[in-house]
């Protein structure tokens, strides 16, 4: 990379004649860049010069980063002209800040940035310059993320249209389904189930509470409890500051249900909201947007983020790997948009999420009896057919991050169970429901979340169960009648409740 950086630097106090000030300044860059630049590439100070109390100057490097050069720069004169001049160094921004790179696959589209740039594109030639940097935006390093961020754009466009690899891994023996309908609308007709007051929310009348009571239960004793998981109660709402080191919210910002709060709760500050309802009967929107404050946080969207939160910062005691935890009480909500369909797919749903920290051989062969207490449930106590993939995003299958043909490179990556849903169509043709998954994502989040182990390096992994869609796979192939349902779910089940009557 070619980079050129115009800087402009704020003393306190004026410099006369100026030719003092380059008696410093040339052995002080050279210094800056030998440290920051030194053998990683080549660098110097151009030009520079002073206008009363404004130092400009121009550093240009290649390969290293002149921004890290002038931050340097900035102390060691700020040094040197106290201890001479008495004179400080108060601030510096970057009116200009150009760099060169190579941008691989060239991209298809214009690429945007929000913040002031100019990009120009040859092939796979790219320049980007930054104007108007202030000192907090070349201390955070935004030529950086920039480039980074027109790397990604270029390579979305690139893999855009293209499918997720899917590789089968199992699949179940063929079963005759004992009901051919969509289950969610012969819950409907049954008066089970009713569309919430929301939009992609369910009120679950006591017959299917029940049943999604009893896929809880069976997820329990049947995986979690045996495999030694224990319980936890994280709170329902997700932080941004931790939805930024997991990448949720610069990756699914519109997937999200935000959080704001109101700005107060004194009466009399509410008096106006209060009396419009009153008088109109009807939310006043603009008036309920001056009285709230900006969202602060999300609805709970997974609730693996929140749980490694809680172990951010800390160094787990080898007695306690691998660490096996989950939370069944914050419900889930994620934005759907138009693709709602029936308790599938809906906006709020019910999961719990086993979360798993550990060595990276503890948790492959805890990933090997998860998949043996699933396929016990699944084939034993809910008679289902399905199979199972493994699946990774084309981009990655295309970079090698993931291995994808070799059986003993699959270390990381994610497992998709899936059940066929006779009212879609063929086992052939249909989609088919994407039930439950089982991660590995090695050490993603322990990095970013600071989680150690006395020694070695700790891997973590999640397998989110949502219920819901355990609970639709089960009776789209087995039916809503109970004699038609295994005897090994009926247990579980018990008595079911008395049906509400309406008239």
Same mark, same amino acid.
């Given at each position: 990379?070619? &980079? +050129? ?11 006369? #004649? ?17 440290? *920051? ?21 121009? !550093? /240009? *490097?290649?390969?290293? %980063?002149?921004?890290q050069a002038l931050l340097a720069l900035a ?5 040197? !002209?106290?201890?001479?001049? &008495? ?10 800040? +150009? ?12 690429? @945007? !940035? ?21 000192? /907090? ?43 051919q309908g969509d289950p969610t609308e012969e ?10 007051? $929301? ?10 509470? &029940?049943?999604?009571? =009893? ?19 994280q709170p329902h709402h997700d932080s941004f500051?931790?939805?930024?080191? *997991? ?26 909201? =209060? ?38 910062? +800390? =160094? ?11 939370? %069944? ?18 906006? /709020?749903? &019910?999961?719990? /999420? #086993? ?32 199979? =199972? ?20 490179? %699959? ?14 169509? $063929? ?67 018990? @008595?079911?409740?008395?049906?509400? %009557?309406?008239?």
């Amino acid at each position: 990379m070619e &980079h +050129r950086l115009e800087a402009e630097v704020q003393l306190s106090g004026r410099i006369d #004649p100026p030719e003092r000030l380059g008696e410093l300044l040339a052995p002080l860059a050279r210094e800056a860049i030998e440290r *920051t630049v030194g053998s990683r590439g080549r660098g110097e100070m151009t030009s520079w010069s002073l206008a009363g109390d404004r130092l400009s100057l121009v !550093l /240009e *490097t290649e390969g290293a %980063r002149p921004h890290q050069a002038l931050l340097a720069l900035a102390r060691r004169l700020g040094e040197e !002209l106290g201890r001479k001049l &008495h004179i400080g160094v108060r601030s510096f921004r970057a009116p200009s800040y +150009r760099v060169r790179f190579v941008v691989d696959p060239a991209p298809t589209q214009p690429i @945007t !940035l929000p913040i002031p740039s100019q990009l120009v594109l040859d092939g796979t030639s790219a320049t980007l310059e930054l104007t108007d940097l202030s000192e /907090e935006a070349l201390r955070d390093n935004w030529m950086d993320r920039a480039v980074t961020l027109v790397l990604e754009k270029a390579k979305r466009q690139s893999y855009a249209g293209k499918e997720q690899y899917w590789s089968l891994l199992t699949a179940s023996p063929t079963k005759e389904p004992r009901f051919q309908g969509d289950p969610t609308e012969e819950m409907l007709r049954r008066l089970w189930v009713r569309s919430g007051p $929301t939009k992609g929310k369910w009120f679950l009348g006591p017959t299917a509470a &029940h049943l999604l009571k =009893t896929m809880e239960r069976i997820a329990r004793q049947e995986i979690l409890d045996p495999l030694g998981f224990t319980e936890v109660v994280q709170p329902h709402h997700d932080s941004f500051d931790i939805l930024l080191k *997991t990448g949720h919210l610069e990756g699914l910002p519109g997937e999200f249900y935000y959080v704001t709060e109101p700005r107060t709760r004194d009466p009399a500050a509410w008096e106006r909201f =209060t009396d419009l309802v009153k008088l109109t009967r009807r939310v006043p929107e603009a008036e309920l947007l001056k009285m709230v404050s900006p969202p602060s946080a999300v609805s709970c969207y997974a609730q693996c983020p929140t749980i490694y939160w809680w172990l951010s910062g +800390r =160094t787990v005691a080898q007695e306690s790997l691998p660490l096996r935890i989950y939370d %069944r009480t914050a419900i889930s909500n994620r934005y759907e948009s138009g693709g709602r369909h029936g308790l599938e797919r809906v906006d /709020e749903f &019910h999961r719990i /999420e #086993p979360v798993y920290v550990g060595t990276p051989e503890q948790l492959l062969e805890l990933r090997e009896r998860l998949l043996e207490r699933y396929a016990r449930v699944f084939d034993t106590v809910l008679d289902l057919e399905w199979r =199972t993939a493994w699946v990774t995003p084309f981009y990655l299958q295309q970079s090698g991050g993931v291995g994808i043909e070799d059986a003993q490179a %699959r270390i990381k990556g994610t497992i998709d169970f899936e059940a066929y849903l006779p009212y879609r169509g $063929t086992r052939e043709a249909s989609e088919w429901l994407e039930f439950q998954n089982l991660s590995i994502v090695g050490d993603k989040y322990t990095k970013a979340f600071t989680i150690r182990g006395q020694k070695g390096e700790l891997w973590s992994g999640c397998s989110g169960i949502g219920l819901e869609r355990w609970l639709v796979a089960f009776l789209a192939q087995k039916g809503l009648d109970p004699d038609g349902w295994p005897e090994a779910f009926r247990r579980y089940a018990g @008595t079911m409740p008395s049906e509400i %009557r309406f008239l």
